[in-house]
């Protein structure tokens, strides 16, 4: 267990620096829309589902079998107004956002990791599992920044 529980940190732990290779000294890249996403919107996103995520953690830890609730990803980006933001402003937060998301995770007990909660969308899920679900979505979203970037 203890080297799974390692490997998730190390691999949530790479994207940082993985956007800020790819993102970081580029001053050409400009939002998109809110319909059609660029890098600008899709590491934005990545900050706010970071965000979501964790507080799903804590939710677990905190709270005996918790519903944790779902989010709509179109919705924040319109009320966050991803669009408006830069991509040093949303790189930043999201840099923010997973660093806080390691901590919590570095200082876990190996039992924590097991720890459930329930969704609609997904059913019985620990923190590992959102974990795991950070680090798919890390690929996905590298994927199409990759595209957008050619």
């Known amino acids: 267990m203890i080297d799974a529980v390692n490997e998730l940190i190390d691999e949530l732990s790479k994207t940082t620096e993985i956007l800020k290779q790819k993102l970081g000294e580029r001053d050409d890249i400009t939002p998109q829309s809110t ?30 079998v918790p519903y944790l609730k779902d989010w709509d990803p179109e919705k924040a980006a319109k009320e966050k107004d991803y669009s408006s933001m830069g991509m040093s402003e949303v790189l930043a937060e999201f840099v923010d956002q997973r660093g806080d998301t390691l901590v919590l995770l570095v200082n876990l007990a190996l039992k924590d ?20 679900d950070l680090i798919d979505s890390d690929q996905k979203y590298l994927a199409e920044i990759d595209k957008h970037l050619g």
């Open 113 to 132: 990791w097991d720890k459930t909660g329930v969704s609609d969308t997904m059913g019985e899920v620990s923190i590992e599992d959102l974990a795991s």
């Open 35 to 64: 319909d059609n996403w660029g890098p600008v919107e899709i590491v934005a996103h990545m900050a706010t589902q970071e965000q979501v995520q964790r507080n799903r953690m804590q939710e677990i830890l905190t709270k005996h």
